[in-house]
Nanobody, 116 residues
Framework: QVQFVESGGGLVQPGGSITLSCAAS????????MVWYRQEIGKGRDLVAI????????ILRESWKGRVTISRDVAKKMVYLQMNNLEPEDTAVYYC?????????WGQGTQVTVSS
């Protein structure tokens, strides 16, 4: 069965860095692009980063360009989101999924809180 398990979140001071991880299972990982979503309290989930099957990553959130990187490890079936120079506006729960999105299963997400 398809599963996504996010981890790595926590409390970070503004300007700090964090790396989020996503362990994917239950499908042919190397055949799917992978994505990260973020969700702030009371809001919907926004697609923020995509990485293709060949490792070609794309950051969709304008304020992230230059400070956030998406990567994947095919052998480990893992997707990562490296976030640098964090801002309070980055506070959210982060989820990963595949593309096309698999809506039947979502992970629990990982909370990132940026605060001093």
């Amino acid at each position: 069965q398809v599963q996504f398990v996010e981890s790595g979140g926590g409390l970070v001071q503004p300007g700090g860095s964090i790396t989020l991880s996503c362990a994917a299972s239950g499908f042919s990982f190397n055949q799917f692009a992978m994505v990260w979503y973020r969700q702030e309290i009371g809001k919907g989930r926004d697609l923020v980063a995509i990485i293709g099957t060949q490792g070609d990553g794309r950051i969709l959130r304008e304020s992230w360009k230059g400070r956030v990187t998406i990567s994947r490890d095919v052998a480990k079936k893992m997707v990562y989101l490296q976030m640098n120079n964090l801002e309070p506006e980055d506070t959210a729960v982060y989820y990963c999924n595949r593309r096309p999105r698999y809506d039947e299963t979502w992970g629990q997400g990982t909370q990132v809180t940026v605060s001093s």
